[in-house]
Structures are given as structure tokens and as C-alpha cells.
């Protein structure tokens, strides 16, 4: 696995402050760490200054951010250390991790309603998240009122001659890719089913908690939920339940659970992601799970297809100029103001996704906008089944048949035969698809067909 270093540098640790002896009220400041606003590049921006409108279960909610930022539950002895993103959309405050094992991703959206203070601004950083932090945060009170500082203000930045906290850690290529997988996979999922306060909390408590258990299935009844382990006919897949242990922190204030999963249909065939998401005062926090616990969202192979297009990169360099921090990005719009086509402009949204730009939001069934530190073509560069299909391509392995529905792929001394059926779905003869259907993206052999196709269709 490609691993670089990412270094973190705070101008101060994050903590939770006062009260004063006046009795000014308690402040948490979050300090941040180099990103991106509306006017470039900026060492450590600020973003928010106001009140929390419900200071404990936000308190809590960040915790849970950060408990997953601090995760394995996929190999747990490996050691696991990222500092949450947050990305400020002008309207809200979004706070984003990765699990160590990229098997589960975390959102807390703070929204307009839980926020009392100044304008929010745009952009995208990290922040900085420490044991007396956390630990600070477990004593929130909730008679007390607590004012939020997401950066510093001008005043301290003049004040500090350079960073006084600094952090270097291991980024896995695959936490990146698990950014672009995730909203790919989230754009397909449905409302599935949605619990009042009560039922979500009796129904979240009932999930094992330690080991690893099996994949397993939940099916609406009525105002709850009820675990089977058999996928049946609307059922949404519940793989690895442990895996929800961080929602624990925020039971007690919970408003509602919903349940997000795949189209519904007849009985699922494989295990599939799903998203569970707690309805708090003036927030939500979603908790989205790959397929099992063994599987990191980087590996799903969700992007592939748009990213093999031979047009993609020029339209999504188009349509990364019209994008601003939008909390909710309508297709529609950006088609119209690019003069692209729909399906054009969402291959080219899939892109941007890879290099961590583009979010997707269940709850609104919209994507979003963030901007991280890295380059649009690196996950790409860096997929194996991507770079294999380029050598196909490149080889001239690929031979389209003539009734165009069919291709063969040569490797060495083996034929693999790739079809597209009248509905566009695609399959192959290769091993790879026998093993997954088609259930973790497209195999190389299909991905270098579509390439040669597109690039016919393209000089045609």
C-alpha cells in the first residue's frame, strides 16, 4: 500500500477554554491546519465564531467523529491517527473521517440551526483533535453555554512566529480513494426506513458491540427494525454492526434514525454499504459502512467507469471552476452552465471526487463541494485495475467485433470476452467477474474496452 506523509501544523492545540473569572461563557476552539478558502491557499484559516446551539450533544457528536478518525475495525492492532476535515459550505459545518481500515466514514453536518454566531465561511482544512480534548469535550455541561472557534482570529495569527503543534502521519493512497468511493456509493442509496427517538435507541443498543460478527440483514416492521440473517425481499445489509459503536456517544440526545441502503427491489444478491444516520438537535451525524469490515471503500472500484471516459479530465477541469463550497450541487445547473451534457457532468463530478472534492449528502440526496490538498489524477493514477486497462489499451490487446455488443480481450495466451446487453450492463469472462459480478466495479478487460469504444465514438 502507497503511503506519503501528511504533516498537520497549529498555530495552538485545540482545547476547550474557561470559564473566565468574569464568567465569560466556555469557549472550544478548534485549531486548523493549512487549506483552501475562496482566496487561495491559507496556513490556518478561520472559518466560525459563535455559540453551539446545543452544546453537548455536539460535544458528543465530534467525539464520535473522532473516535472513528482513531479506528481499525478491520485489523485493530494496527494504529490509526487522522485528524477530522472540516469544510465550511457557507450554511454549515461539515466534519469528515476516515477509519484506519477505510471501511467506515464519518459526517457530522452542524447546520444553520445549531450554529448562533458570525457568518460561516468556505472552505476546507483539518482540525486538530487531542486527548485533553476529548476528554475536555466528555465534560461539556449542559446547563453551560459554550462558544465555538473554528481557526484563529487575525489578532492570534500575528501573535504566533509559526506552528507550536506539529503532526506527521502516514496517509494511505487508499484513504483518498475511500473519499471519491464513498460519494459514488452514497449517490445510490434510497431512504430506507426512518425510527422515531425511542425505537432508534433500543434498536441501536441491541447490536453486538465487541468481536467481529458476520454480515448480516435488517428488515423494516412497522416503527423499527428487525435483524434477520438472510437477505430478504427490502431488506438493507447491516455489515458489521459493531462497526456503529461510535453512534453510542450520541443515543441519549438522538431525535430519529434513518437508514440508507440501495434501491429497494427484490432480495439483495450480495452484501451491500449502507449509511445510518442520528437525527440531532440542529445536526446529523452518518455513519456509512462498506460491504463487510474486511473490504475499505477504496477497493470498490465505483469510479472506474468514469474515470476510463476519454473527455473527463477536460470536463471536470470545466466544471471544478463553477464550484465554490456549494452545500448542495445540482447536476442540472452545472449542465447548463458548462454547456455539458448531465451524465458528462456527473462522470466529471466523479473525478473531482478522487481527489477528495466532491461529497455526497444522503439526507439532501445532493452532492457537496470540499477542497482537499491533492491532485484530481492522483487516486486515478494510482488504481490498479486502471493502469492495468491502459496497458491493454496501449498493447492493443482490445479487438471490438463488428455488431459492436461484443470484444475480445487478448492477455498473453488467454481470451476473455466482454458483452453489453441492450441495458448497458456489461459483463466478462474473466475471473474476476465471475468472483464479484460486477459487485466491486468493472474488470480491467471491460474498463479497456470502454476506453477503445470511447475513443472511436470520439473520432467517429
Given at each position: 500500500?502507497?503511503?506519503?506523509?501528511?504533516?498537520?501544523?497549529?498555530?495552538?492545540?485545540?482545547?476547550v477554554?474557561?470559564?473566565?473569572?468574569?464568567?465569560?461563557?466556555?469557549?472550544?476552539?478548534?485549531?486548523?491546519?493549512?487549506?483552501?478558502?475562496?482566496?487561495?491557499?491559507?496556513?490556518?484559516p478561520?472559518f466560525?465564531?459563535?455559540?453551539?446551539?446545543?452544546?453537548v450533544?455536539?460535544?458528543?457528536a465530534?467525539?464520535?467523529?473522532?473516535?472513528?478518525?482513531?479506528?481499525?475495525?478491520?485489523?485493530?492492532?494496527?494504529?490509526?491517527?487522522?485528524?477530522?476535515?472540516?469544510?465550511?459550505?457557507?450554511?454549515?459545518?461539515?466534519?469528515?473521517?476516515?477509519?484506519?481500515?477505510?471501511?467506515?466514514?464519518?459526517?457530522?453536518?452542524?447546520?444553520?440551526?445549531?450554529?448562533?454566531g458570525?457568518?460561516?465561511?468556505?472552505?476546507?482544512?483539518?482540525?486538530?483533535?487531542?486527548?485533553?480534548?476529548?476528554?475536555?469535550?466528555?465534560?461539556?455541561?449542559?446547563?453551560?453555554?459554550?462558544?465555538?472557534?473554528?481557526?484563529?482570529?487575525?489578532?492570534?495569527v500575528?501573535?504566533?512566529?509559526?506552528?507550536?503543534v506539529?503532526?506527521?502521519?502516514?496517509?494511505?493512497e487508499?484513504?483518498?480513494?475511500?473519499?471519491?468511493?464513498?460519494?459514488?456509493?452514497?449517490?445510490?442509496?434510497?431512504?430506507?426506513?426512518?425510527?422515531?427517538?425511542?425505537?432508534?435507541v433500543?434498536?441501536l443498543?441491541?447490536?453486538?458491540?465487541?468481536?467481529?460478527s458476520?454480515v448480516?440483514?435488517?428488515?423494516?416492521?412497522?416503527?423499527?427494525?428487525?435483524?434477520?440473517?438472510?437477505?430478504?425481499?427490502?431488506?438493507?445489509?447491516l455489515?458489521?454492526?459493531?462497526?456503529?459503536?461510535?453512534?453510542?456517544r450520541?443515543?441519549?440526545?438522538?431525535?430519529?434514525?434513518?437508514?440508507y441502503g440501495?434501491?429497494?427491489?427484490?432480495?439483495?444478491?450480495?452484501?451491500?454499504?449502507s449509511?445510518?444516520?442520528?437525527?440531532?438537535?440542529?445536526?446529523?451525524?452518518?455513519?456509512?459502512?462498506?460491504?463487510?469490515?474486511?473490504?475499505?471503500?477504496?477497493?470498490?472500484?465505483?469510479?472506474?467507469?468514469?474515470?476510463?471516459?476519454?473527455?473527463?479530465?477536460?470536463?471536470?477541469?470545466?466544471?471544478?471552476?463553477?464550484?465554490?463550497?456549494?452545500?448542495?450541487?445540482?447536476?442540472?445547473?452545472?449542465?447548463?452552465?458548462?454547456?455539458?451534457?448531465?451524465?458528462?457532468?456527473?462522470?466529471?463530478?466523479?473525478?473531482?471526487?478522487?481527489?477528495?472534492?466532491?461529497?455526497?449528502?444522503?439526507?439532501?440526496?445532493?452532492?457537496?463541494?470540499?477542497q482537499?490538498?491533492?491532485?484530481?489524477?492522483?487516486?486515478?493514477?494510482?488504481n490498479?485495475?486502471?493502469?492495468?486497462?491502459?496497458?491493454?489499451?496501449?498493447?492493443?490487446a482490445?479487438?471490438?467485433?463488428?455488431?459492436?455488443?461484443?470484444?475480445?480481450?487478448?492477455?498473453?495466451?488467454?481470451v476473455q470476452?466482454?458483452?453489453?446487453?441492450?441495458?448497458?450492463?456489461?459483463?466478462c469472462?474473466?475471473?474476476?467477474w465471475?468472483?464479484?459480478?460486477?459487485?466491486?466495479?468493472?474488470?480491467?478487460?471491460?474498463?479497456?474496452?470502454?476506453?477503445?469504444?470511447?475513443?472511436?465514438?470520439?473520432?467517429?
Open positions: 500500500m502507497t503511503q506519503s506523509a501528511h504533516a498537520y501544523a497549529y498555530l495552538r492545540p485545540s482545547a477554554l474557561g470559564p473566565d473569572a468574569a464568567g465569560a461563557a466556555r469557549r472550544l476552539d478548534l485549531a486548523t491546519s493549512g487549506g483552501a478558502t475562496p482566496l487561495g491557499e491559507a496556513a490556518n478561520r466560525f465564531a459563535g455559540f453551539l446551539a446545543d452544546p450533544p455536539a460535544a458528543a465530534l467525539l464520535a467523529v473522532a473516535d472513528v478518525a482513531a479506528a481499525r475495525y478491520y485489523q485493530p492492532r494496527l494504529r490509526a491517527s487522522l485528524d477530522p476535515v472540516v469544510t465550511a459550505n457557507g450554511d454549515r459545518l461539515r466534519f469528515e473521517s476516515f477509519s484506519g481500515c477505510c471501511g467506515v466514514y464519518a459526517r457530522l453536518d452542524v447546520l444553520e440551526a445549531g450554529l448562533d458570525d457568518d460561516i465561511g468556505h472552505g476546507t482544512t483539518n482540525v486538530d483533535v487531542n486527548n485533553p480534548l476529548r476528554e475536555a469535550l466528555t465534560r461539556i455541561g449542559p446547563a453551560e453555554p459554550l462558544h465555538l472557534a473554528v481557526g484563529p482570529d487575525a489578532l492570534e500575528t501573535t504566533f512566529d509559526g506552528p507550536v506539529e503532526k506527521k502521519v502516514p496517509l494511505p487508499r484513504w483518498l480513494r475511500g473519499f471519491a468511493e464513498t460519494q459514488v456509493t452514497a449517490a445510490g442509496f434510497d431512504l430506507r426506513a426512518e425510527l422515531p427517538a425511542a425505537e432508534a433500543r434498536f443498543r441491541s447490536l453486538p458491540r465487541g468481536g467481529r458476520s448480516g440483514w435488517v428488515v423494516p416492521a412497522g416503527r423499527t427494525l428487525r435483524p434477520t440473517t438472510r437477505p430478504a425481499p427490502g431488506a438493507v445489509c455489515p458489521g454492526p459493531e462497526r456503529l459503536v461510535a453512534l453510542g450520541v443515543l441519549r440526545h438522538a431525535l430519529a434514525l434513518r437508514v440501495p434501491v429497494a427491489g427484490a432480495a439483495p444478491a450480495a452484501p451491500a454499504a449509511a445510518w444516520e442520528v437525527v440531532l438537535p440542529g445536526m446529523r451525524l452518518t455513519l456509512t459502512l462498506s460491504p463487510d469490515a474486511s473490504r475499505g471503500f477504496s477497493g470498490e472500484g465505483g469510479v472506474l467507469g468514469a474515470l476510463a471516459t476519454g473527455t473527463v479530465e477536460r470536463d471536470a477541469e470545466l466544471v471544478s471552476v463553477l464550484l465554490a463550497w456549494e452545500p448542495r450541487i445540482e447536476v442540472a445547473d452545472l449542465a447548463e452552465q458548462s454547456g455539458l451534457t448531465p451524465e458528462r457532468v456527473r462522470a466529471a463530478l466523479t473525478r473531482l471526487g478522487t481527489a477528495g472534492q466532491i461529497g455526497y449528502d444522503t439526507a439532501e440526496a445532493a452532492h457537496f463541494h470540499r482537499l490538498p491533492y491532485d484530481a489524477g492522483r487516486a486515478e493514477a494510482a490498479p485495475r486502471l493502469r492495468a486497462a491502459r496497458a491493454l489499451v496501449a498493447a492493443g482490445v479487438r471490438l467485433e463488428e455488431r459492436g455488443a461484443t470484444a475480445v480481450v487478448t492477455v498473453d495466451d488467454h470476452r466482454v458483452r453489453t446487453d441492450e441495458a448497458g450492463r456489461v459483463s469472462t474473466c475471473p474476476w465471475a468472483k464479484y459480478r460486477g459487485g466491486r466495479g468493472p474488470c480491467k478487460h471491460a474498463l479497456a474496452v470502454g476506453i477503445v469504444r470511447d475513443g472511436k465514438e470520439a473520432g467517429a
